[in-house]
């Protein structure tokens, strides 16, 4: 059974600092690995989606890696706005079950 | 090109009731799934739906059911409602069956008092 887990669960940065949200799983037969942003109240808006045979996937300020043999990812955010204050979740895609398997999450609040 | 939309965005339901939820996925997808999300909690899967058929189940008593439609849009049903079963309910569009990225709709409250 996957398990995903994110540390911390909750961060707070001042803006313009560099951070590191983390991501580990146990089952690494994964087809993917998600990230996803998400604003109280709301949905998920997805950011960065890493096949199992890639290493990393950059957006803008965003970049994403996996390491599938040791069962990590990361999500890298450069230099933070407070508009990137939100829930960051991770999520492991398992073809087998077709489903993605969430972390509960990282709590981001970046200050002025 | 409207993504993924879900109705309704807030309900309140007594225990006991039964409730639907509405889902039509994005343009050019047809692949649903539905997913349970707790306070503070990470979205749980309950089932996915692909050519108006429930093809993958979570953990989810039978109390959850759904439907896939031709045009691909999709219903979440749950019967005789628990106050446990207050959540937000997310839907989720794709195609080829998931291996694409997945596309959230905003969810639907559902209060159960």
């Known amino acids: 059974k996957q398990e995903v887990t994110q540390i911390p669960a909750a961060l707070s940065v001042p803006e313009g600092e560099n951070l590191v949200l983390n991501c580990s799983f146990t089952d690494s037969a994964i087809y993917n690995l998600q990230w996803f942003r998400q604003d109280p109240g709301k949905g998920l808006t997805s950011l960065l989606l890493?096949?199992?045979?890639?290493r990393e996937q950059t957006s803008g300020r965003l970049n994403a890696s996996l390491d599938k043999s040791s069962g990590r990812s990361t999500l890298y955010i450069a230099a933070s706005q407070p508009g990137d204050s939100a829930t960051y979740l991770c999520a492991a895609y398992t073809g087998t079950a077709s489903k993605l398997t969430f972390g509960t999450g990282t709590r981001l609040q970046v200050t002025l | 090109d409207a993504g993924v939309t879900q109705s309704p965005t807030h309900l309140i339901k007594t225990r006991g009731q039964q409730v639907t939820l509405r889902c039509s996925p994005k343009?050019?997808?047809?692949?649903v799934s539905w997913y349970q999300q707790a306070l503070g909690q990470g979205p749980q899967f309950i089932f996915q739906y692909y050519e108006e058929e429930e093809r993958q189940r979570g953990n989810f008593p039978d109390r959850f059911s759904g439907h896939q439609f031709p045009n691909y849009s999709s219903e979440l049903n749950v019967n005789a409602l628990l106050l446990g079963d207050s959540a937000l309910y997310l839907c989720?569009?794709?195609?080829?069956?998931?291996?694409?990225?997945?596309?959230f709709g905003n969810g639907t409250r559902l209060t159960v008092t």
């Open positions: 343009s050019g997808h047809d692949t």
């Open positions: 989720a569009s794709s195609y080829d069956r998931g291996y694409s990225p997945l596309h």
């Open positions: 890493i096949q199992s045979s890639q």
